[in-house]
């Protein structure tokens, strides 16, 4: 139970203060089932076992828990009915097998570390992304999950050890078949959700970026109707140049040729790299951040060939600048600052920095977590990108800085 408890649950103090509690907690309960079972015997174990063993890791995980609500109590009933399901179901299996507790000893020695790797690989992480995401029905899935283990507590234990009621054992196997596709079906719709939330995601950011688009196509269209007036002055430009050049005014030469060119970089649209789409991105946050006073410093430098498709590496530039623009928006002014940057080699990494005040808190994967409503959705698509490219992605915090760094290997 401590295991799958461990690989969904998101503490609140140290892992060193956790981790030292939870041992204390593990042999207490521990030494007071042995005692039971070694005075009384195991049938009093089974009966007095799971309310001495649930009551006090019921109240150490709630004092633990960083969440203290419904998903909460989901976490914990799902870990314990967990362990509950596999113990039964062993049991008929050897019963069945007559096997006299070796069957299901072997059972067990290989369902559970099987079970915790299965969950530590694919459902883990985007469990504790749901649990970020998904706001409502948790009450459901915790009632859900609470009758579930009343269920198998009653059906293991009362009013005696299921191997003593064989008559039950129909019934039993029935309810395990149930309590399975329950989880099943929970898991499926918090899945579908999150699913869901991120193709919305997807959504915004691509409809964003169409505006971002237009935009730009607008600029450069109005740029290049004043190059075109620009063109059919240049004679007259070059007319006027030459009659000061005869007169052998230089200074007047020099003072004209400037005007043009502040002129021509007046006109022309500011650039951050040759990529339209990710241009485009770069521009809209330095428009953004210029409208709020925010200094950004954004140098960009891409491969040849990007590793990974312009859409997406927009839209994770896209999500991390505008984190980054949220996060100093209310800063003091000397505070308020961007820096963008990206290198091409010796492989393609990006960092996006910007100062941070107060305490930033990152889940067990290291990712920075928010319990405000609305935030935390650019994180996420973020981390999305970097797993399906196999890339790396860090978030650190220190010395008052915040920052993303990315790494992709090269196509």
Known sequence: MYIFMFLFYEYRCSRKTFRIAAVIIFFVVSA???????????AAMGQWGVLIGTVPTLIFFFVMSRQRNAQFIFIFCFSDTV??????????IDYAMKGDWLVAFILRLVAFPLLEYVVWRWLRRP?????????????????????????????????????????????????????ALVYGTIFHVLFEQLRILAAQERQ??????????????EDMHRAEKIMRIER??????????????QRGDSAAVLDYIGASQERLSFIAPKSYCSNPILDAVLVNAAAQSE?????AEITIALPEELP????????????????????????????????????AYPQFMVEISNPYVGDISFNQLGFPI????????????????????????????????????IAMQKP
């Open 32 to 42: 007071a089932c042995m005692w039971i079972f070694f005075t009384q015997g195991l």
């Open 83 to 92: 362990c509950i399901w596999i113990q039964l179901a062993t049991i008929l």
């Open 127 to 179: 469990f504790l992304e749901i649990s970020r995401v998904v706001r409502k029905g948790w009450m459901l899935f915790a009632l859900l999950t609470g009758i579930s283990y009343l269920i198998l507590v009653v059906l293991s234990v009362y009013p005696t050890m299921i191997l003593e009621r064989p008559g039950d054992m129909p019934l039993a196997t029935m309810i395990l078949a149930l309590i």
């Open 204 to 217: 915004r950011v691509l409809e964003a970026q169409a505006i971002v688009m237009s935009h730009r196509i």
């Open 232 to 245: 059919h002055d240049m004679r007259h430009q070059l007319q006027t140049v030459a009659s000061l050049v």
């Open 291 to 295: 409208q709020l006073g925010i200094a």
């Open 308 to 343: 990974v498709g312009a859409l997406e590496l927009s839209i994770v530039f896209a999500n991390a600048l505008e984190n980054a623009i949220q996060a100093v928006r209310d800063l003091p002014d000397d505070r308020r600052r961007i820096i963008c940057k990206s290198v």
């Open 370 to 405: 928010t319990d405000k409503p609305g935030h935390g959705t650019g994180t996420r698509s973020i981390v999305a990108f970097a797993e399906k490219y196999n890339a790396l992605c860090l978030f650190r915090a220190e010395n008052g800085l915040f920052k993303l760094q």
